[in-house]
């Protein structure tokens, strides 16, 4: 079982940063592969960015690519999020997850546990 805990949240101008955490618990975080999702209001969760247990194959949605860096510390058992240039339509309930499979997916539904999400608002 993992618990995993999301924090950085907050409320941006557009142009800003931010940066997410995503604690996780367990012995076992540096198996996991590791992504970020994406929910705003009325749309469905989608993907932001994943990346492997070791951090060698990392994937990126098309409409954060060259703005958001996905990247973790095992030793820490912590996966960050740096959101640079953020944009109005960046606003979302950002949720962190962690997945069993060696392969790195796009699909929510590849990924076994989620934490509870937090709020990004980007102002324009």
């Known amino acids: 079982q993992v618990q995993l805990v999301e924090s950085g949240a907050g409320l941006v101008q557009a142009g800003g940063s931010l940066r997410l955490s995503c604690a996780a618990s367990?012995?076992?975080?540096?198996?996991?592969?590791m992504g970020w999702f994406r929910q705003a209001p009325g749309k469905e969760r989608e993907f932001v960015a994943a990346l492997s247990w070791r951090g060698y194959s990392i994937y990126y949605a098309d409409s954060v690519k060259g703005r958001f860096t996905i990247s973790r510390d095992n030793a820490k058992n912590t996966v960050y999020l740096q959101m640079n240039s953020l944009k109005p339509e960046d606003t979302a309930v950002y949720y962190c997850?962690?997945?069993?499979?060696?392969?790195?997916?796009?699909?929510?539904?590849?990924?076994?546990?989620w934490g509870q999400g937090t709020q990004v608002t980007v102002s324009s």
């Open positions: 367990g012995r076992t975080f540096s198996s996991y592969t």
């Open positions: 997850a962690a997945g069993t499979s060696v392969v790195v997916s796009r699909e929510p539904t590849r990924y076994d546990y």
